[in-house]
Every structure is written in C-alpha cells, then in structure tokens.
C-alpha cells in the first residue's frame, strides 16, 4: 500500500528530490543578463555608482577603511567593508589606475558584482523551498523572477554594493527561517533544525556584515 499524501501534496515519509539544473540555469541567464549591463551601459549611468566606484579606489590605495572627509571620498564611504574589499583586490589583481569607466579594472569589478547575482538566485531558492515545503516550481519561480528583476539586473551589472547587500540580507533569511519556523512551531518535524546557538550567531554575523 502507499503510503498517504501529507499536506504538500507528497507521499508520507518521502522526500522528493529536486535537480540543482533549473536553478543553475537560472543562474546562469541571470549573470548573462548582469554581465551584458555591465559591458554595455555606460560608465556612471547607474545610480550612485561614481561614489561607489571612489570608494573601492580609496580601499585599493590605502587597504584601509575610509574616513569620510578624506581626498576620493564620499557618501558611499560609510558603507560596510565586505565589498569594497573584496573589489578592491580585484581591482588591484587586474590592475589600472582607477580611472573611471576607462580601464580594464573597472569593468573587472562590474563583472565581479554581476557573478553576485548567481548567489541571489540560489539563496532565494533555498529560502523558498524552507518557506513553502514540497512547491518546488514556486520556489523555481521566486529565484527566477529576483534574478531577472530590471532592477536587480541594473545594480548587478554596476559597480554598488546593492548585489552584495542583498546577498548577505539572503544568506541571513536562508539560516533564520528554519529556526524561526522552529521556535514558532509552525514545522515540528524540522523542530530539531532550528537547535543550536551557532545559528543565530551566523544570522548576526551576516546582518552586521
């Protein structure tokens, strides 16, 4: 006899298994549609972007957190160091002198910011599958639309820290929810999921990064 369907339409007592294809091509189409932003849009057409730029230059000079005030900074400088960092080494990797919109380094950490948005995806679908257990078309379907959202592919394909902040912002949601999900009762068979203090110290982790 089979066993009888649970809630979410699937069989009690198994687990449907769901191939990492989909998503990965999700993937993919969204770091080609960044990418294309990136080499096509003109250099400071995307908001803000002169001042982000200038920050990863000053990272790259001084390999030291910014003080506002200082020559090459601006508004953007009191942001959090994790991309700027990360960008400034590319930067330094490929070399240039930072020019703006004109050297090979510039359009290297455009590309660096369009490769983000692959994490979006994944991290939106891990997230859905956590929210809405057994929908794995629902869950095909929230990574897909924030990897092709205008404005997801815009930022993506410029030099911000948008792509990177809400990659942290994800990560965040993906380690809290099973938790929360825990604590609420709302899934007492994932009930042991959501022990261990270690979790809600990476939750904090990736918050304040």
Excluded: C, I
Excluded at 18 to 33: G, Q
Excluded at 58 to 82: C, F, H, I, K
Excluded at 162 to 169: R, S, W
């Amino acid at each position: 006899m089979s066993s009888p369907p649970t809630a979410d339409g699937q069989a009690s007592g198994s687990v449907r298994a769901v191939s990492p294809v989909p998503v990965a091509v999700v993937a993919l189409a969204a770091v080609a549609l960044a990418a294309v932003m990136a080499l096509v849009v003109p250099a400071g057409q995307p908001y803000d972007e002169p001042s982000h730029w200038g920050t990863v230059v000053v990272y790259a000079d001084t390999g030291r957190l910014p003080e506002l005030g200082e020559p090459g900074t601006s508004y953007q400088a009191q942001m959090g160091p994790v991309f700027y960092s990360v960008a400034a080494g590319v930067l330094r990797a490929v070399g240039g002198d930072g020019a703006f919109g004109h050297e090979t380094g510039f359009y290297a950490v455009r590309l660096l910011s369009s490769a983000l948005v692959a994490a979006v995806v994944v991290l939106t679908h891990r997230l859905a599958r956590t929210l809405v257990p057994g929908r794995p078309g629902m869950a095909l379907g929230a990574a897909a639309f924030m990897g092709v959202t205008p404005t997801v592919v815009a930022f993506s394909g410029s030099v911000q820290n948008d792509t990177a902040a809400l990659v942290l912002a994800l990560a965040a949601a993906a380690v809290a929810a099973p938790r929360l999900a825990a604590l609420g009762g709302v899934d007492r068979r994932t009930r042991d999921d959501g022990a261990g203090w270690w979790g809600w110290v990476a939750v904090g982790v990736l918050v304040g990064l």
